[in-house]
Nanobody, 123 residues
Framework: VQLQASGGGLVQAGDSLRLSCAASRRTSSNNGMGWFRQAPGKEREFVAAINWNGGRPVYADSVKGRFTISRDNAKSMVYLQMNSLKPEDTAVYYC?????????????????WGQGTLVTVSS
């Protein structure tokens, strides 16, 4: 199982970024997917999740209204569109494959993780 996250970078507050996650086709199309992030010195935290069919996206309160998760099962891709970025969004962002068909806010419900992509937002 391989997950490859990309799209991170250095941006200014208020800018946008789109993260992408390429997943192995046989593992991703029937599973929920999620994005988590980990800032320096902090625990990895939930950002967004989506069901196997693209339904019922859920978001952390801190990103609701600014971030949008989506997926394209034909391409085995999951995306995280991040708008109105803030310095507190600075973190390494990880995509993950859920154990079930449903997205979840809990790290324990995911069993495959990508290597992460760094997002740095300057003020």
């Amino acid at each position: 199982v391989q997950l490859q996250a990309s799209g991170g970078g250095l941006v200014q507050a208020g800018d946008s970024l789109r993260l992408s996650c390429a997943a192995s086709r046989r593992t991703s199309s029937n599973n929920g997917m999620g994005w988590f992030r980990q800032a320096p010195g902090k625990e990895r935290e939930f950002v967004a999740a989506i069901n196997w069919n693209g339904g019922r996206p859920v978001y952390a309160d801190s990103v609701k209204g600014r971030f949008t998760i989506s997926r394209d099962n034909a391409k085995s891709m999951v995306y995280l569109q991040m708008n109105s970025l803030k310095p507190e969004d600075t973190a390494v962002y990880y995509c993950a494959v859920a154990r079930s068909a449903w997205g979840s806010t809990s790290r324990n419900d995911y069993h495959y993780w990508g290597q992460g992509t760094l997002v740095t937002v300057s003020s």
